[in-house]
């Protein structure tokens, strides 16, 4: 992110559009490395799963005290840019038939060229968000991936128009690979109009108001979360032993009163954090740039992660009549009546109002 940023010349940070075709060119080159380098270290991705581009700043500001690293994507929705041309060259070799002279034949190579883009809803939008949570991003707090799509030279053309008819169903596909990081992290965020109802494959752990500093632009928050990072730091430590804690309370004997001990710890934490962050915006550089302190209502919920994984790589058409994740989720159980297993993945369901 360093290197991007401090690549982006004067010129090209005046036009949003040439911001986000730079980022996708320059993640293209590096992106199994960023999910690499994730997997050595401590903190996992918190993958959006319900992200659209109008909705980046609105979770944004929302999940920096409760994620290690979000990660938004388009998932697929919206239309192809072009961004380059990738070339590849392939070595072969003729065998002499019977008879015929020499021993090694001739050799060849042949260079193909595959164009590729990346997918998404506005350009100039993300270019904006780019720009305005760039002290996030050179933090490692939250990024975006990229959707990439390539082909052949004769056949892009055609891919670039079925991409602008495409429409959006209930849920995206998931086949761009977001799915992966929440397989191998197991954290995910869902923006939702519904609750997780308890069932074999969902249980709410806690129902509670996040924290957040309002009343400032993306910019602005994003350069004061910045600043206070390591008052952050500390709470995503705590929940990160939390959460380490529920994996155990779940299987438990008697896992209601497990559950309920991890809940209170955490509730504890949260008021605590809004007590500071409440401190923190009556602060005198603060108050004048007019930031207050804003709550979210959340749900945190343990998925089982097969049910979880299974919802999102149902295809959006297989999902007709359903209004979000969880009844995809629930339907996905429903269908599926054997025993599950494996650890659980946990999901913050952020509810779409907030209150100051």
């Not at 730079?22 to 270290?41: M, N, P, Q």
């Not at 659209?52 to 994620?67: P, Q």
């Not at 041309?85 to 042949?110: C, D, I, K, N």
């Not at 991890?262 to 108050?287: C, F, N, Y």
Request: aromatic content about 8%.
């Amino acid at each position: 992110m360093n290197e991007f940023y401090d690549s982006l010349t004067k010129l090209e940070r005046a036009s949003l559009p040439q911001v986000a075709i730079k980022y996708g060119r320059t993640l293209d080159s590096c992106h199994e490395v960023l999910l690499s380098e994730k997997i050595s270290s401590t903190s996992p991705y918190y993958v959006g799963l319900s992200s659209e581009m109008g909705s980046f700043t609105h979770v944004t500001k929302r999940v920096v005290l409760v994620t290690d690293t979000m990660l938004l994507s388009d998932h697929g929705v919206g239309t192809v840019h072009e961004l380059g041309v990738h070339y590849t060259t392939q070595s072969f070799q003729v065998l002499p038939g019977p008879g015929a002279p020499g021993e090694g034949g001739m050799r060849f190579s042949e260079s193909t060229e595959q164009r590729y883009g990346m997918v998404t809803e506005d350009l100039a939008e993300l270019g904006r968000w780019l720009l305005e949570a760039e002290p996030l991003l050179r933090r490692g707090l939250v990024w975006y991936a990229p959707v990439f799509v390539e082909g052949p030279s004769n056949g892009f053309s055609s891919q670039l128009d079925r991409s602008r008819n495409r429409s959006a169903g209930p849920l995206p596909s998931f086949h761009d690979g977001s799915i992966d990081y929440v397989i191998r992290h197991g954290r995910a965020v869902d923006l939702s109009r519904t609750k997780p109802l308890a069932s074999r494959v969902v249980r709410p752990i806690l129902e509670i108001d996040l924290p957040f500093i309002d009343g400032l632009s993306l910019s602005d928050f994003c350069q004061v979360t910045s600043e206070e990072f390591d008052s952050y730091r500390q709470f995503r430590d705590f929940m990160r032993s939390r959460l380490l804690e529920l994996d155990d309370a779940l299987e438990a004997v008697d896992s209601q009163v497990a559950l309920e001990r991890v809940a209170l710890s955490i509730r504890d934490e949260v008021h605590a954090a809004t007590a500071e962050m409440s401190t923190a915006a009556r602060s005198q550089a603060l108050s004048r740039s007019g930031a207050v302190v804003g709550t979210t209502s959340a749900i945190l919920a343990a998925v089982r992660p097969e049910a979880l994984q299974g919802a999102l790589a149902t295809s959006a058409t297989l999902a007709a009549g359903a209004t979000g994740l969880w009844p995809t989720v629930q339907a996905f159980a429903e269908n599926r009546a054997q025993r599950t297993h494996g650890k659980w993945h946990y999901v913050w369901v952020l509810q779409r109002n907030s209150a100051r």
